[in-house]
């Protein structure tokens, strides 16, 4: 059935005949959810609001009119996910993480040479999008390279991503015109939330595999893409860094893919425990606990045993 954009999501769903039911209920177990519980909890006036305030915003960055289902696998499930526990609307496993995050756009880029204040300098933070399948490697998806191979490029570094919903958040508490792509992430994903996903969690995503690896550092490129000189501040501020990929099998990937949750191996490591550690509120039991993780990026590593030593 095809979607046709409409001025919120409650006038989609006010059509309420079989067959929006059945692409309903055919939405929920697509992503093993009870169909029965999602149209309950949709019809429940306690979330509308707030699913409506989600999917328009979301919706934004969505250029294209798309498939009903495709529609709502990207922004609906999520948008009720957030809100709702897992046992509010079943599914196989209501202990595992219930958000459901996917690849909203996919970006790579070249480097290019500018000039600012700061002189001369190489970036690939203007990265263009990219349409259809696209190759995912150990180092990064085919196409893309950086320009400090001192601080980026290695095999942790592999994907940045940034959630859509910190581009939402920008836009409505500062008064910016952000759009998906534009903190020169390579993934944009709808869904993910920092206070959520967690250093070494692995997820599948198309025909690859790939593993947290823990935040994006904010830097002075990223202000210069989006034309605000506190940028690094405000993204410390707000702990809305994005977060890094390793790829641990690599395989092919595109807008629109699910992640499918594999494994977790430490619950309290969140991307935002760790920035909020780092950045604001030092907790030196926190910290201990991050050091165990196998492979955290030595940046990391010395931040924590630096707020350890007395």
């Avoid at 999008?129 to 085919?142: M, N, Q, S, T, Y």
């Avoid at 920008?170 to 993934?187: D, K």
Wanted: net charge negative.
């Amino acid at each position: 059935m095809p979607f046709t954009p409409l001025p919120s999501l409650t006038h989609w769903l006010q059509a309420r005949n079989i067959e929006d039911r059945a692409v309903l209920r055919e939405i929920g177990e697509s992503v093993d959810l009870d169909g029965d519980a999602l149209i309950a909890a949709v019809d429940d006036p306690r979330y509308s609001q707030q699913v409506d305030a989600d999917i328009n915003l979301a919706r934004t960055y969505n250029g294209k009119a798309s498939p009903a289902l495709v529609f709502a696998q990207k922004y609906l499930i999520p948008a009720l996910c957030r809100m709702l526990p897992c046992s509010k609307l079943g599914g196989a496993d209501s202990t595992r993480e219930c958000t459901m995050i996917s690849i909203h756009s996919i970006y790579t880029g070249q480097p290019q040479t500018y000039t600012s204040e700061r002189g001369t300098w190489q970036s690939s933070i203007f990265r263009a999008p990219v349409e259809g399948p696209i190759e995912l490697g150990e180092r990064g998806l085919a196409g893309d390279q950086v320009s400090d191979t001192k601080n980026h490029g290695s095999p942790s570094q592999a994907v940045c991503c940034h959630p859509l919903e910190h581009y939402v958040f920008w836009n409505r508490s500062y008064g910016m015109s952000l759009q998906a792509g534009n903190v020169g992430e390579n993934w944009t994903l709808a869904g993910a939330a920092e206070d959520e996903i967690c250093i070494n969690d692995v997820y599948r995503v198309g025909t690859a595999r790939v593993r947290v690896s823990g935040p994006r550092v904010p830097c002075f490129k990223q202000a210069y893409r989006v034309q605000r000189e506190d940028w690094v501040d405000l993204t410390i501020k707000e702990l809305r860094t994005g977060f890094y990929l390793w790829v641990e099998k690599p395989g092919v990937v595109q807008a629109g893919d699910t992640w499918a949750f594999e494994a977790r191996s430490h619950p309290d490591a969140s991307i935002q425990a760790l920035n909020r550690c780092v950045y604001q509120k030092f907790d030196p039991a926190l910290a201990q606990q991050l050091l165990t993780i196998p492979d955290l990026n030595p940046y990391w590593q010395r931040k924590l045993r630096a707020g350890i030593q007395p």
